[in-house]
Every structure is written in structure tokens, then in C-alpha cells.
């Protein structure tokens, strides 16, 4: 069974840019997380889908970020427009509902340089 | 709202025992995991504690103490490889939304 997936694995984009982070979560899992990764500190909570709706998107930084989930598939989460600070690495994580519901996994996220 | 804390640094030599401690605020706890993630690489499932108690797997073993809002994951026999960021991480909301806490960047040297 394929894992979670996540593209591109890396991004480099100018200030003032847009880019769009796809995320593939493991088939079935109605849960989606976004996390990010900044210069090797803590893995901070972006937001969290139950299948198509957003259940907390607390995380969110400013409304630059714009995440989607369509049909409760793949979801992605765009960046418009970039800014420096928004460089990290941004990390996907799926998982299943209900007593189920004891770990989550990965994808091996997607390194964003802002320059 | 949840906050999770841990040491942000520790070193230990190869072959020994280190212990990562995390204390947790939250609400509607449902159970404590931990996480390693290597420079570079995906975080990747460790354990999970629901009840209280030891938990072990391997050379890792992990506790919990609801009723002190702790927990701990033991690293035993020390390995270079193990040199890794490890994080502790809830289960809130219902039991579905995963919060990590602050992370430990663990050093082993020979």
C-alpha cells in the first residue's frame, strides 16, 4: 500500500510568487494534517481536515495560505504570495478515524525556499 | 489550547540510556505518541501510550502518567543512527487532531 506522498519535494520561488503543495494521503484515511518544519524547531500544526472539511485550521498563519481538500482525497495548500518567512519544510500526515486512531503518518514533506 | 513541553537538547555516548521527558497541557486528552525525525526525513511513529504505564518496543520504551500530565520515552543501548529530533505529540478534539510539542534534538557521540 502506497504511503503518504506529498510534491513537489522541494520549491524554490521568488518573494511575490505563488506555489501549490500537493499532498496524496493513504487511501481511506479520512484525516489530513498539514504541518511545517522552520529552520529545525518545533512541527507546527497548520490545519486538519475530516475527509473534505476543514475540522481546525487554527494553524494558519495569515490568509496567504489557502488549503483545499476536494471530494476528501488529496488536498493541497497554496502560498499566495510568498514571502520569506514562509520558507520550512511542510509536512503532510494522514491517519484514520475513530478508536483507530493512534498514529499518524507521514509524507517526506516538501522543502519551500523563499527567496 | 495545548502546549507540550520538552528539553530542547541532549547528548549522551553510545551504548547508553537516555531518558526525553515530556509534560503536556491539554484538553480532551486521548493519548501521548512520539515521534523521530531525522535531518532531512519524514517524522516516523514511535510508540503510543493511551493508558498509563511502560510501553516497550525494542530498545524504546515509553511512559505515561495521566494523572501528572508526563511521559517519558527511554532510549536504551544508544546508537549513532538514533541521533535524531524526538517529539512528543497528543491526540485532542475529539481525538482526531495530533499536536506535537516543542521537540528534543537527541546527540549520541562516540
Known amino acids: 500500500e502506497a504511503g503518504v506522498t506529498q510534491f513537489p519535494s522541494h520549491s524554490v520561488i521568488e518573494k511575490g510568487q505563488t506555489v501549490t503543495l500537493r499532498c496524496d494521503p493513504i487511501s481511506g484515511h479520512d484525516n489530513l494534517y498539514w504541518y511545517r518544519r522552520v529552520m529545525g524547531k518545533e512541527i507546527k500544526f497548520l490545519l486538519h481536515?475530516?475527509?473534505?472539511?476543514?475540522?481546525?485550521e487554527s494553524g494558519m498563519p495569515n490568509n496567504r495560505f489557502l488549503a483545499e481538500r476536494t471530494g476528501g482525497t488529496y488536498s493541497t495548500l497554496k502560498v499566495q504570495p510568498a514571502e520569506l518567512e514562509d520558507s520550512g519544510v511542510y509536512f503532510c500526515?494522514?491517519?484514520?478515524?475513530?478508536?483507530?486512531?493512534?498514529?499518524?503518518?507521514f509524507g517526506q514533506g516538501t522543502r519551500l525556499t523563499v527567496v | 489550547g495545548q502546549s507540550l513541553e520538552q528539553p530542547s537538547e541532549v547528548t549522551a555516548v553510545e551504548g547508553a540510556i537516555v531518558q526525553i521527558n515530556c509534560t503536556y497541557q491539554?484538553?480532551?486528552?486521548?493519548?501521548l505518541s512520539w515521534y523521530q525525525q531525522h535531518d532531512g526525513g519524514a517524522p516516523t511513529f514511535l510508540s503510543y501510550n493511551a493508558l498509563d504505564g511502560l510501553e516497550e518496543t525494542g530498545r524504546f520504551s515509553s511512559f505515561l502518567s495521566r494523572s501528572d500530565s508526563y511521559g517519558y520515552l527511554l532510549l536504551q543501548e544508544l546508537q549513532m543512527k538514533d541521533s535524531a529530533s524526538y517529539f512528543c505529540?497528543?491526540?485532542?478534539?475529539?481525538?482526531?487532531?495530533?499536536?506535537f510539542g516543542t521537540g528534543t534534538q537527541l546527540k549520541v557521540e562516540l
Open positions: 505529540a497528543v491526540f485532542t478534539g475529539g481525538g482526531n487532531k495530533l499536536t
Open positions: 481536515f475530516v475527509k473534505e472539511s476543514k475540522q481546525d
Open positions: 500526515a494522514s491517519s484514520p478515524t475513530g478508536t483507530a486512531n493512534t498514529e499518524a503518518f
Open positions: 491539554t484538553s480532551g486528552f486521548y493519548g
